[in-house]
């Protein structure tokens, strides 16, 4: 089992630049996360989904989207990408009240 | 307003000791709290879950406790090693869609 897998591992963009970050499960999850971190900050939930075909905001939504064809795959997508963006994206993935599992995350630069 | 707070930011201690590190909350109700270790450039790992009605849980040098009356976890690393040294972060789980709330962390130093 790959596990979490997400892409890419790094990204600069630029102000006003649109982008998909990619992340993939195979451990037939239903439960799928997204996370930014940024500096000496814990994760704050960006969307989350609870199975194909549903999902929901968290924490801090603003300038996001997300879409769920598929139990695998939750791509995060930035419309018009703001410095504020600047961070690292991780996708987590879990089954039940249970550990969710992370992937090694996408570092993002907007300029 | 809602808080996560993690005891110190970082945390130094000597090899061999016992690391204690501290989670506490307000204004939180959780079903279960979860403790997980982050190495720099990578994604948080699961250490341990313990759910609002137990008090202790324990693996291998790993000893969690939750107490739902002071609003408060502590985590504690035995017999601690250079390899222990990582960021924990505690994370609340209200139950519900499994969405965690995650502390801001403190950052472990094991000193040789």
């Known amino acids: 089992n790959a596990g979490v897998t997400q892409t890419p591992k790094f990204r600069i963009l630029k102000i006003g630049q649109s982008m998909t970050l990619q992340c993939t499960q195979d451990m037939n999850h239903n439960y799928m996360y997204w996370y930014r971190q940024d500096p000496g900050m814990g994760l704050k939930l960006i969307y989350y989904?609870?199975?194909?075909?549903?999902?929901d905001k968290g924490e801090v939504p603003n300038g996001y989207n997300v879409s769920r064809s598929t139990t695998e795959d939750f791509p995060l997508r930035l419309e018009l990408a703001a410095p504020s963006q600047t961070s690292v994206y991780f996708c987590?993935?879990?089954?039940?009240?249970?550990?969710?599992?992370f992937g090694p995350g996408t570092r993002l630069t907007v300029l | 307003s809602q808080k996560i707070e993690q005891n110190s930011e970082a945390l130094n201690i000597q090899e061999g000791k016992t690391a204690t590190l501290t989670c506490n909350y307000t204004n939180y109700s959780p079903a279960y709290l979860q403790w997980y270790r982050q190495d720099p450039g990578r994604g948080p790992v699961f250490l341990l879950l313990?759910?609002?009605?137990?008090k202790e849980k324990r693996k291998e040098r790993l000893k969690v406790t939750f107490d739902t009356t002071l609003k408060q976890s502590l985590f504690h690393i035995t017999a601690s090693q250079p390899a222990d040294s990582a960021t924990y972060l505690c994370?609340?789980?209200?139950?519900?869609?499994?969405?965690?709330?995650f502390g801001t962390g403190t950052r472990l130093t094991v000193i040789p």
């Open positions: 989904s609870v199975g194909a075909g549903i999902t």
């Open positions: 987590a993935s879990t089954e039940g009240h249970n550990e969710q599992f």
């Open positions: 313990i759910r609002e009605n137990e």
């Open positions: 994370a609340l789980g209200l139950g519900g869609a499994n969405n965690l709330f």
